[in-house]
Nanobody, 122 residues
Framework: QVQLVESGGGLVQSGGSLTLKCTGS????????IGWFRQAPGKDREGVSSISNTDDTTEYSDSVRGRFTIFRDNANNAVYLQMNSLKPSDTGIYYC???????????????WGQGTQVTVSS
């Protein structure tokens, strides 16, 4: 049974930092690209970042580029999203997903985690 689990969310003040972690089990983790998505209340889910299975290709949305960094540790079946200079607009539930390619298109991902809440106060 494939399982992706997000952790590291929480409440942080504007300008602060958080690092999210996505761990996978039940799949050959190093075969999959991993994407991070978020959903704010009343809004559609949006792509935040994605990383290839070999860690050599990354993508970022315009809204987070330069503030967020995605990286992975295949030896421990983990992908991280380091988030700096957080803004209230970064608030939402953050999900990780496993898929075949690096993309911000959510329907291209095969497996999803349950999400972790990130709240940035002003």
């Amino acid at each position: 049974q494939v399982q992706l689990v997000e952790s590291g969310g929480g409440l942080v003040q504007s300008g602060g930092s958080l690092t999210l972690k996505c761990t996978g089990s039940g799949l050959r983790f190093n075969y999959y690209a991993i994407g991070w998505f978020r959903q704010a209340p009343g809004k559609d889910r949006e792509g935040v970042s994605s990383i290839s299975n070999t860690d050599d290709t990354t993508e970022y949305s315009d809204s987070v580029r330069g503030r967020f960094t995605i990286f992975r540790d295949n030896a421990n079946n983990a992908v991280y999203l380091q988030m700096n200079s957080l803004k209230p607009s970064d608030t939402g539930i953050y999900y990780c997903a496993a898929g075949q390619i690096v993309t911000m298109i959510s329907r291209r991902y095969d497996y999803w985690g349950q999400g972790t809440q990130v709240t940035v106060s002003s």
